[in-house]
Nanobody, 125 residues
Framework: QVQLQESGGGLVQAGGSLRLSCAASIRTFSTYTLGWFRQAPGKEREFVVVITSSGSTYYANSVKGRFAISRDNAENTVWLQMNNLKPEDTAVYYC???????????????????WGQGTQVTVSS
């Protein structure tokens, strides 16, 4: 059974930084594509960033240059470093995993098989 556990959310002022972590209980973690999504109240879940098994990344335009994703296959962990946070970044952030080791960038939530429970990020102005 695959489980994903996010941590690191919280309240931060605009311009501040947070680092989210997602620990995965996956035996073959290196063969998974990992993504971060977010969902604000009253809005649909939206794509933030994806990292392939080889470490290639693709970012949503709204976070490009401010957020950075990384993974450590030995630690079964993926991180999301968020800098220069804005009030519009406020949302519940979800880690997602898809069993796929190619280089295609999956950006739709419905394409991911496993999800964490989410962690709240609130950015005050």
């Amino acid at each position: 059974q695959v489980q994903l556990q996010e941590s690191g959310g919280g309240l931060v002022q605009a311009g501040g930084s947070l680092r989210l972590s997602c620990a995965a209980s996956i035996r073959t973690f290196s063969t998974y594509t990992l993504g971060w999504f977010r969902q604000a109240p009253g809005k649909e879940r939206e794509f933030v960033v994806v990292i392939t098994s080889s470490g290639s990344t693709y970012y949503a335009n709204s976070v490009k240059g401010r957020f950075a994703i990384s993974r450590d296959n030995a630690e079964n962990t993926v991180w999301l470093q968020m800098n220069n946070l804005k009030p519009e970044d406020t949302a519940v952030y979800y880690c997602a995993a898809k069993w796929y080791s190619g280089n295609y960038y999956y950006v739709r939530a419905r394409e991911y098989e496993y999800w964490g429970q989410g962690t709240q990020v609130t950015v005050s102005s």
